[in-house]
């Protein structure tokens, strides 16, 4: 299993340009999760996916449209690049480990993209 | 609203114990984790714990939870090297929403 893998893993951009992050999990995860990672800020969720076909909006959503067309995918798309979207992009799915019948939601990280908008 | 938040940097001597703490906001949260991330890498999880439990230990882990002060933290026996990373405390709220710390920069200096 490849886990989840994402592409490209560095891109840098001129302000106002447009670039789709891909994300694809090979473990048949239901969830699936965009973030971004500043300095100090830890982890953001952008937008997340319950299910193929299914997107919601996350803690910090604007600038950002996803799309979850097939339930291994989830596409982040920028339409107009903003130096404030300088960040580390990580896209994340989640398992229910199922113990004593709860959900534990343990998440499977990417190795993330790695984003400039000069 | 929920919120998670951890000191950004702990240094320790090989050998020695570390404890990183973090303290929580929402009181229902099920599940308290803590996630590893090693430079360049995505997080990965190290360990959890469920809301009814006091300790976990797992090897050379040991979690503490005191859900009356919502205060969890990690203790790493015999750092090594090889423990340098950022650590990430987060709970689950919501369901399958997790929320994160800004995360915890481990220094193990030999």
């Known amino acids: 299993n490849a886990g989840v893998t994402q592409t490209p893993k560095f891109r840098v951009l001129k302000t106002g340009q447009s670039m789709t992050l891909l994300c694809a999990q090979d473990m048949n995860h239901e969830y699936m999760y965009w973030y971004r990672q500043d300095p100090g800020m830890g982890l953001r969720l952008i937008h997340y996916?319950?299910?193929?076909?299914?997107?919601a909006k996350g803690e910090v959503p604007d600038g950002y449209n996803v799309s979850r067309l097939k339930k291994q995918n989830f596409l982040l798309g920028l339409e107009s690049a903003a130096p404030s979207q300088t960040s580390v992009y990580f896209c994340?799915?989640?398992?229910?480990?199922?113990?004593?019948?709860?959900?534990?939601?343990?998440?499977?990280f990417g190795p993330g993209t790695r984003l400039t908008v000069l | 609203g929920e919120d998670v938040e951890q000191s950004l940097f702990l240094s320790v001597r090989e050998g020695d114990s570390s404890v990183i703490n973090c303290t929580y906001t929402?009181?229902?949260?099920?599940?308290l984790y803590w996630y590893k991330q090693e430079p360049g890498a995505g997080l990965q999880l190290l360990t959890y714990?469920?809301?009814?439990?006091d300790m976990k230990q797992d090897q050379r882990l040991t979690v503490l939870l005191n859900k009356k002060d919502k205060h969890l933290s990690l203790r790493i026996a015999d750092t090594q090297t090889g423990d340098s990373a950022i650590y990430f405390c987060a709970e689950m709220a919501g369901g399958f929403k997790t929320i994160f710390g800004a995360g915890t920069r481990l220094f193990v200096k030999a």
């Open positions: 996916s319950v299910g193929e076909g299914t997107t």
């Open positions: 929402d009181s229902s949260s099920t599940y």
């Open positions: 994340a799915s989640s398992s229910l480990l199922g113990l004593a019948g709860l959900a534990v939601y343990e998440q499977f």
């Open positions: 714990i469920f809301s009814n439990m």
